[in-house]
Protein backbone atom coordinates (compact mmCIF):
# COMPACT_ATOMS: atom_id res chain seq x y z
CA UNK A 1 0.00 0.00 0.00
CA UNK A 2 1.48 3.24 -1.31
CA UNK A 3 -0.50 5.32 0.90
CA UNK A 4 -2.43 7.22 -1.88
CA UNK A 5 -5.62 6.83 -1.84
CA UNK A 6 -7.63 7.27 -5.51
CA UNK A 7 -11.73 7.66 -6.05
CA UNK A 8 -13.48 6.51 -7.86
CA UNK A 9 -11.68 3.47 -9.09
CA UNK A 10 -13.84 2.92 -11.91
CA UNK A 11 -15.82 5.27 -13.53
CA UNK A 12 -17.71 5.08 -17.15
CA UNK A 13 -19.37 8.10 -18.56
CA UNK A 14 -20.39 9.25 -21.87
CA UNK A 15 -18.53 11.52 -24.49
CA UNK A 16 -19.24 15.53 -23.76
CA UNK A 17 -19.71 14.62 -20.04
CA UNK A 18 -17.28 15.80 -17.07
CA UNK A 19 -16.22 13.87 -14.14
CA UNK A 20 -13.50 14.61 -11.36
CA UNK A 21 -10.89 12.25 -9.89
CA UNK A 22 -10.17 12.65 -6.31
CA UNK A 23 -6.44 12.12 -5.12
CA UNK A 24 -5.61 11.93 -1.22
CA UNK A 25 -1.50 11.83 -1.28
CA UNK A 26 0.34 10.25 1.29
CA UNK A 27 0.65 11.88 5.18
CA UNK A 28 2.74 14.26 4.75
CA UNK A 29 3.66 14.81 1.32
CA UNK A 30 3.29 17.93 -0.45
CA UNK A 31 3.70 17.73 -3.75
CA UNK A 32 1.21 15.80 -6.09
CA UNK A 33 1.50 14.71 -9.60
CA UNK A 34 -1.46 13.66 -11.94
CA UNK A 35 0.07 11.15 -14.56
CA UNK A 36 -2.41 9.48 -17.49
CA UNK A 37 -1.37 6.10 -19.17
CA UNK A 38 -2.79 5.03 -22.14
CA UNK A 39 -1.85 1.57 -23.99
CA UNK A 40 -0.28 3.43 -26.91
CA UNK A 41 1.52 6.71 -24.93
CA UNK A 42 2.36 5.07 -21.59
CA UNK A 43 2.50 7.26 -18.38
CA UNK A 44 2.63 10.86 -19.66
CA UNK A 45 2.28 13.75 -17.30
CA UNK A 46 -0.29 16.14 -16.79
CA UNK A 47 0.35 18.35 -13.96
CA UNK A 48 1.88 18.78 -10.83
CA UNK A 49 0.70 20.79 -7.41
CA UNK A 50 3.09 21.74 -4.32
CA UNK A 51 1.57 22.88 -1.13
CA UNK A 52 -1.75 24.32 -3.29
CA UNK A 53 0.20 25.71 -6.20
CA UNK A 54 0.58 24.85 -9.68
CA UNK A 55 4.04 23.94 -10.19
CA UNK A 56 4.71 22.35 -13.61
CA UNK A 57 2.63 21.39 -16.24
CA UNK A 58 2.84 18.46 -19.00
CA UNK A 59 0.71 17.59 -21.87
CA UNK A 60 -2.67 18.59 -20.28
CA UNK A 61 -5.26 19.54 -22.19
CA UNK A 62 -7.37 22.68 -22.14
CA UNK A 63 -10.79 20.76 -20.99
CA UNK A 64 -8.52 19.38 -18.54
CA UNK A 65 -8.01 21.06 -14.91
CA UNK A 66 -6.40 20.52 -11.42
CA UNK A 67 -6.19 21.77 -8.32
CA UNK A 68 -5.25 21.17 -4.50
CA UNK A 69 -6.97 22.05 -1.67
CA UNK A 70 -5.72 23.28 1.58
CA UNK A 71 -5.94 19.61 3.39
CA UNK A 72 -3.35 18.75 0.30
CA UNK A 73 -5.77 16.82 -1.60
CA UNK A 74 -6.07 17.26 -5.08
CA UNK A 75 -8.80 16.76 -7.70
CA UNK A 76 -8.67 16.32 -11.52
CA UNK A 77 -11.68 17.38 -13.55
CA UNK A 78 -11.90 16.22 -17.07
CA UNK A 79 -14.72 18.03 -19.04
CA UNK A 80 -16.26 17.74 -22.81
CA UNK A 81 -14.83 13.58 -22.76
CA UNK A 82 -14.35 12.35 -25.81
CA UNK A 83 -13.57 8.74 -26.62
CA UNK A 84 -9.59 9.26 -26.55
CA UNK A 85 -9.73 10.37 -22.75
CA UNK A 86 -10.70 6.80 -21.82
CA UNK A 87 -6.96 5.75 -19.44
CA UNK A 88 -6.29 5.31 -16.26
CA UNK A 89 -5.55 8.42 -14.57
CA UNK A 90 -3.23 8.04 -11.69
CA UNK A 91 -1.89 10.69 -8.93
CA UNK A 92 1.39 10.13 -7.32
CA UNK A 93 2.69 12.49 -4.50
CA UNK A 94 6.34 12.94 -2.82
CA UNK A 95 7.29 14.63 -0.02
CA UNK A 96 9.85 17.38 -1.68
CA UNK A 97 9.46 19.24 -4.75
CA UNK A 98 11.89 17.30 -6.91
CA UNK A 99 11.52 14.17 -5.56
CA UNK A 100 11.93 11.24 -8.41
CA UNK A 101 10.95 8.57 -5.91
CA UNK A 102 6.89 9.11 -6.81
CA UNK A 103 4.35 6.99 -4.61
CA UNK A 104 1.61 6.50 -7.12
CA UNK A 105 -2.33 4.99 -6.30
CA UNK A 106 -4.05 3.10 -7.76
CA UNK A 107 -5.30 4.62 -10.67
CA UNK A 108 -8.79 5.71 -11.69
CA UNK A 109 -9.58 3.64 -14.76
CA UNK A 110 -12.09 6.20 -17.27
CA UNK A 111 -14.01 4.65 -19.98
CA UNK A 112 -15.63 7.38 -22.12
CA UNK A 113 -18.78 5.63 -24.38
CA UNK B 1 13.25 17.50 -25.38
CA UNK B 2 13.64 14.36 -23.37
CA UNK B 3 13.01 11.05 -24.66
CA UNK B 4 12.95 7.71 -23.10
CA UNK B 5 13.18 4.24 -24.82
CA UNK B 6 12.95 0.70 -23.40
CA UNK B 7 13.04 -1.89 -25.44
CA UNK B 8 12.04 -4.99 -25.44
CA UNK B 9 8.41 -4.05 -25.53
CA UNK B 10 7.60 -7.49 -23.91
CA UNK B 11 9.75 -10.61 -22.62
CA UNK B 12 9.27 -13.83 -21.84
CA UNK B 13 11.87 -15.58 -19.70
CA UNK B 14 11.58 -19.26 -18.03
CA UNK B 15 12.18 -19.20 -14.42
CA UNK B 16 16.28 -18.49 -14.07
CA UNK B 17 16.37 -17.27 -17.65
CA UNK B 18 18.54 -14.17 -16.53
CA UNK B 19 18.03 -11.32 -18.90
CA UNK B 20 18.38 -7.78 -19.13
CA UNK B 21 16.08 -4.88 -19.98
CA UNK B 22 17.30 -1.75 -22.02
CA UNK B 23 16.50 2.15 -21.48
CA UNK B 24 17.79 4.68 -23.55
CA UNK B 25 17.40 8.23 -23.15
CA UNK B 26 18.34 11.70 -24.13
CA UNK B 27 18.00 14.63 -21.28
CA UNK B 28 19.25 18.06 -21.11
CA UNK B 29 21.07 17.84 -17.84
CA UNK B 30 20.43 14.08 -16.12
CA UNK B 31 18.60 14.83 -12.23
CA UNK B 32 18.42 10.84 -11.84
CA UNK B 33 17.18 7.91 -13.81
CA UNK B 34 14.93 5.56 -12.46
CA UNK B 35 13.14 2.08 -12.63
CA UNK B 36 9.41 1.71 -11.67
CA UNK B 37 7.61 -1.94 -11.52
CA UNK B 38 4.30 -1.97 -12.43
CA UNK B 39 1.95 -4.59 -11.95
CA UNK B 40 -1.37 -5.18 -13.61
CA UNK B 41 -4.36 -2.69 -12.36
CA UNK B 42 -1.32 -1.29 -10.00
CA UNK B 43 -0.09 2.07 -10.14
CA UNK B 44 4.15 1.61 -10.59
CA UNK B 45 6.40 1.07 -7.37
CA UNK B 46 9.73 2.37 -7.30
CA UNK B 47 12.10 0.24 -7.45
CA UNK B 48 15.68 2.16 -8.13
CA UNK B 49 17.27 5.71 -8.52
CA UNK B 50 20.21 6.24 -10.44
CA UNK B 51 22.15 9.72 -10.18
CA UNK B 52 25.46 9.46 -12.39
CA UNK B 53 27.16 7.10 -14.95
CA UNK B 54 28.95 3.93 -13.65
CA UNK B 55 26.47 3.61 -10.69
CA UNK B 56 24.56 0.32 -10.13
CA UNK B 57 21.80 -0.44 -7.53
CA UNK B 58 20.70 -4.19 -6.43
CA UNK B 59 17.55 -5.07 -5.07
CA UNK B 60 17.06 -9.26 -4.56
CA UNK B 61 17.20 -10.36 -8.34
CA UNK B 62 17.59 -6.72 -9.88
CA UNK B 63 20.48 -4.90 -10.70
CA UNK B 64 20.14 -1.55 -12.27
CA UNK B 65 23.05 0.47 -14.10
CA UNK B 66 23.67 3.70 -15.97
CA UNK B 67 25.95 4.57 -18.89
CA UNK B 68 25.83 8.46 -20.25
CA UNK B 69 22.99 6.78 -23.11
CA UNK B 70 21.40 4.09 -21.55
CA UNK B 71 20.60 2.00 -18.52
CA UNK B 72 19.93 -1.52 -17.72
CA UNK B 73 17.86 -3.71 -15.99
CA UNK B 74 19.66 -7.06 -15.40
CA UNK B 75 17.32 -10.30 -13.79
CA UNK B 76 19.31 -12.58 -12.55
CA UNK B 77 17.37 -16.00 -12.31
CA UNK B 78 13.67 -14.33 -12.45
CA UNK B 79 10.92 -16.11 -10.71
CA UNK B 80 7.72 -15.72 -11.78
CA UNK B 81 6.63 -13.08 -9.13
CA UNK B 82 8.93 -11.13 -10.82
CA UNK B 83 6.58 -10.87 -13.58
CA UNK B 84 5.13 -7.11 -14.19
CA UNK B 85 5.95 -4.05 -16.40
CA UNK B 86 9.00 -2.14 -15.67
CA UNK B 87 9.02 1.27 -16.51
CA UNK B 88 12.33 3.53 -16.95
CA UNK B 89 11.60 7.39 -16.39
CA UNK B 90 14.33 10.16 -16.40
CA UNK B 91 14.38 13.10 -14.73
CA UNK B 92 16.02 16.49 -16.91
CA UNK B 93 16.78 20.24 -15.45
CA UNK B 94 14.01 22.41 -14.95
CA UNK B 95 11.42 23.11 -17.42
CA UNK B 96 7.91 23.91 -18.19
CA UNK B 97 7.20 20.26 -16.98
CA UNK B 98 8.84 21.58 -13.31
CA UNK B 99 11.13 17.86 -12.42
CA UNK B 100 8.43 15.78 -13.90
CA UNK B 101 9.68 12.63 -14.31
CA UNK B 102 9.14 11.74 -18.03
CA UNK B 103 8.65 7.50 -18.76
CA UNK B 104 9.17 4.96 -21.38
CA UNK B 105 6.40 2.71 -22.27
CA UNK B 106 8.23 -0.14 -20.50
CA UNK B 107 9.10 -3.49 -20.69
CA UNK B 108 6.13 -6.18 -20.30
CA UNK B 109 8.40 -9.11 -18.59
CA UNK B 110 6.72 -12.65 -18.10
CA UNK B 111 8.35 -15.43 -16.13
CA UNK B 112 6.91 -18.84 -16.55
CA UNK B 113 7.51 -21.51 -14.24
Known amino acids: DSGVTQTPKHLITATGQRVTLRCSPRSGDLSVYWYQQSLDQGLQFLIQYYNGEERAKGNILERFSAQQFPDLHSELNLSSLELGDSALYFC????????????FGEGSRLTVL | EDQVTQSPEALRLQEGESSSLNCSYT??????LFWYRQDPGKGPEFLFTLYSAGEEKEKERLKATLTKKESFLHITAPKPEDSATYLC??????????????FGKGTSLLVTP
Open chain 2, 89 to 102: AVQGGVSDSGYALN
Open chain 1, 92 to 103: ASSALLGAGELF
Open chain 2, 27 to 32: VSGLRG
